[in-house]
């Protein structure tokens, strides 16, 4: 057990230099999030309202947890990239014929790409309160760990995907195409209520949709937001989706070796 927390915190350690030595991963995680949020929100926030007159939101409000996650996205997942430098650099084979576990690489990639998601996404959170938003001690700590889930899982499905490419070009290209429009169905750009039949359903079975919701609970005054789903479905979904995502991570790196 010592052994492989050991090595995990070993890896983890090299993951967390190796991003901030590479700035253009630090400002290609944090700045277009947050340019998005600031120009999409503001060019929106006199068109939409949300809530009654006691909880009403403007799009700005509304826009800053579908923003945050989008930047847990951004991090978690530009991290695990490494994987695939990893390999070509020879340091992933050294690591394979370790007297260690492959839980051990899983989770030092997966704890890595969690705290540099925080460590990006922190200083946008903590500026909620001067947009107008809640912010006490249980909606930080709620937020902690809804956000905790999110970089984890995509995390966990970012070195699942890592795992089995050679180019970083088709790790973009898998980016592009499969968890930008997670996120774009996840409530983050519209509410969950009075959705076409045919996106509710793709909305209902995206994960992060739970995890966006989450954080609209947490941070948004009760009843602002109509069509959300229970807190306890949220949890149970994120839960499931970081478990899935270690074990699928786990599972490939013993059954494909990728050296």
């Not at 090299?14 to 060019?43: A, H, K, N, T």
């Not at 704890?111 to 909606?139: E, K, M, R």
């Not at 997670?182 to 995890?211: D, R």
Request: proline share 6%; net charge positive.
């Amino acid at each position: 057990m010592n052994d492989i927390i050991l090595a995990s915190a070993s890896l983890w350690r090299r993951e967390m230099v190796r991003f901030y030595r590479d700035r253009s991963r630090v400002i290609g995680g944090l700045v277009p999030p947050v340019m998005f949020w600031f120009f999409i929100g503001s060019g929106l926030s006199g068109s939409f309202n949300f809530g009654d007159k006691e909880a009403a939101l403007n799009y700005r409000q509304y826009f800053f947890p579908g923003t945050l996650v989008l930047i847990f996205l951004f991090t978690a997942v530009f991290s695990t990239l490494s994987v695939i430098e990893d390999r070509k650099e020879g340091f992933l084979q050294s690591v394979m014929v370790a007297p260690t576990p492959r839980l051990t690489i899983v989770l030092g990639k997966l704890f890595g790409a969690a705290s540099l998601a925080f460590l990006q996404g922190l200083p946008f959170l903590v500026a909620a309160p001067f947009i107008g938003l809640n912010l006490d001690p249980a909606s930080l700590l709620g937020a902690f760990l809804v956000l905790f889930g999110v970089a984890f899982s995509l995390g966990g499905l970012g070195f699942v995907m890592a795992w089995q490419l050679d180019s970083a070009q088709g790790f973009h290209a898998f980016m592009n195409m499969g968890l930008i429009p997670m996120w774009l169905m996840s409530g983050a750009l519209f509410p969950l209520a009075n959705l076409p039949g045919w996106l509710a359903v793709l909305v209902k079975f995206n994960p992060l949709t739970y995890c966006v919701a989450a954080l609209q609970r947490e941070l948004f005054p009760a009843g602002s937001v109509a069509g959300l789903p229970p807190m306890w479905l949220c949890s149970a979904v994120i839960a499931g989706f970081c478990a899935m995502t270690l074990a699928a991570a786990v599972w490939i790196t013993g059954r494909n070796q990728r050296l």
